[in-house]
């Protein structure tokens, strides 16, 4: 079931100077994976278009949403208050694949990428499914103490020193890694490159892996076919189709 109207919300927090999180309470009926995401609108003339955004986290009464500011109207949404509503449009999408045969799962997320991973992680963890997070930022470490909550081990890296665990990416240590753990499966979300490469890697290896794909989107249902992406099975729309695809799927 998705859910289309407004909904009130109960917090916005700020994490770093350009990302917050936007809490909303949870429409009765709706059930909701790691990895699905809203077509998200600020009530008022401005934008015409909602705006994709992944989940978070969610329980029984709340939704959390992840964002970060990039025009105009993510910073109107950045302004609202507690008891303002918003427009939603959802859960769309497939999301992660939780599968019960895993024993352990690395995340590997960049920027605000990160933030559908927490989500997964949360769900991972309540099948017991050991999970450790490599997590990459430009020059700020966001959101890392709930992340804590629910992953057995989050490692951080960053492009400026004395910010993460290690400068650098997430994808500089994945070899190493991989040299030591055995994992069944690698959930990844952010820049393309991040993904791109962590993709190539675990093939190597021959570990499965999941790919939440980010792109612009004006409907989210797959009637716009503004978020095409090439396929071994030809064109899809990450919409309608993903925004989770397996490694192997995605040209």
Same mark, same amino acid.
């Given at each position: 079931m998705k859910f289309n109207g407004k909904v009130k919300i109960n917090k916005i927090e700020f994490m770093t100077n350009?990302?917050?999180? =936007?809490?909303?309470?949870? &429409? +009765?009926?709706?059930?909701?994976?790691a990895g699905q995401f809203f077509m998200i609108k600020n009530?008022?003339?401005? &934008?015409?278009? %909602?705006?994709p955004i992944s989940v978070s986290f969610f329980t029984k009464e709340k939704?959390?949403?992840?964002? @970060?500011?990039a025009g105009k109207e993510t910073k109107n949404m950045s302004k609202l %208050? @507690?008891? #303002? +509503? /918003?427009?939603?449009l959802g859960p769309l999408g497939n999301g992660f694949e939780l599968k019960e045969k895993y024993n352990k799962v690395l995340l590997v997320g960049g920027g605000i990428g990160i933030e559908p991973l927490k989500a997964a992680a949360m769900e991972l963890e309540k099948i017991n499914i050991e999970t450790k997070s490599f997590l990459g930022f430009k020059n700020e470490c966001f959101?890392? @103490? +709930?992340?804590? %909550?629910?992953? #057995?081990?989050?490692?951080?890296f960053s492009e400026e020193e004395n910010v993460g665990d290690f400068v650098g990416y &997430?994808? #500089? *240590?994945? /070899?190493?890694?991989?040299? *030591?753990i055995k994992y069944d499966a690698v959930f990844t979300c952010g820049p393309k490159i991040l993904m791109d490469k962590t993709n190539e890697i675990c093939k190597s290896y021959n570990i499965e892996v999941q790919l939440?794909? +980010?792109?612009? =989107?004006?409907?989210? /249902?797959g009637a716009c076919l503004g978020c095409t992406c090439k396929t071994v099975d030809g064109y899809k729309k990450v919409c309608k189709d993903g925004p989770m695809f397996y490694g192997n799927e995605v040209i």
């Amino acid at each position: 079931m998705k859910f289309n109207g407004k909904v009130k919300i109960n917090k916005i927090e700020f994490m770093t100077n350009d990302t917050f999180k =936007m809490t909303v309470v949870k &429409p +009765e009926g709706i059930d909701i994976k790691a990895g699905q995401f809203f077509m998200i609108k600020n009530i008022g003339l401005y &934008p015409l278009l %909602n705006r994709p955004i992944s989940v978070s986290f969610f329980t029984k009464e709340k939704i959390e949403f992840g964002i @970060k500011i990039a025009g105009k109207e993510t910073k109107n949404m950045s302004k609202l %208050n @507690k008891g #303002d +509503e /918003i427009y939603l449009l959802g859960p769309l999408g497939n999301g992660f694949e939780l599968k019960e045969k895993y024993n352990k799962v690395l995340l590997v997320g960049g920027g605000i990428g990160i933030e559908p991973l927490k989500a997964a992680a949360m769900e991972l963890e309540k099948i017991n499914i050991e999970t450790k997070s490599f997590l990459g930022f430009k020059n700020e470490c966001f959101d890392i @103490k +709930e992340f804590k %909550n629910f992953s #057995d081990e989050v490692i951080t890296f960053s492009e400026e020193e004395n910010v993460g665990d290690f400068v650098g990416y &997430p994808t #500089d *240590k994945l /070899i190493e890694e991989f040299e *030591k753990i055995k994992y069944d499966a690698v959930f990844t979300c952010g820049p393309k490159i991040l993904m791109d490469k962590t993709n190539e890697i675990c093939k190597s290896y021959n570990i499965e892996v999941q790919l939440l794909l +980010e792109e612009k =989107m004006a409907c989210g /249902i797959g009637a716009c076919l503004g978020c095409t992406c090439k396929t071994v099975d030809g064109y899809k729309k990450v919409c309608k189709d993903g925004p989770m695809f397996y490694g192997n799927e995605v040209i």
